[in-house]
Nanobody, 127 residues
């Protein structure tokens, strides 16, 4: 059982930056591929970024490519999302998610493949 806790959300002006963190406990962090998802009011949860167990490969939604960077520190059991050039449409609740890596599915944007979820952290972007 992996327990995830996000932090780092807040209010920022458009064009600003935030760094989200997600601390894991209760499991072997390094055997889990990780992802960030977000959900805006009235919208479905959407994929933001994913990273492999060792952090050597990452994938991004087209909407955040070039602005967001996902990374992880397995020693600290922490996942990060550096968000630069924030836009109003980036606002929402950001969730980190973990899935045990089975050696087959290197990455996925499908939220149903992730077994563990944090409670989320709110990101608000003002114009």
């Amino acid at each position: 059982q992996v327990h995830l806790v996000e932090s780092g959300g807040g209010l920022v002006q458009a064009g600003g930056s935030l760094r989200l963190s997600c601390v894991a406990s209760g499991g072997t962090f390094s055997t889990h591929a990780m992802g960030w998802f977000r959900q805006a009011p009235g919208k479905e949860r959407e994929f933001v970024a994913a990273i492999t167990t060792r952090g050597d490969n990452a994938w991004y939604a087209d909407s955040v490519k070039g602005r967001f960077t996902i990374s992880r520190d397995n020693g600290e059991k922490t996942l990060y999302l550096q968000m630069n050039g924030l836009k109003v449409e980036d606002a929402g609740v950001y969730y980190c998610a973990a899935r045990w890596y089975n050696g087959i599915l290197l990455w996925t944007a499908d939220s149903r493949q992730y077994e563990y979820w944090g409670r989320g952290t709110q990101v608000t972007v003002s114009s």
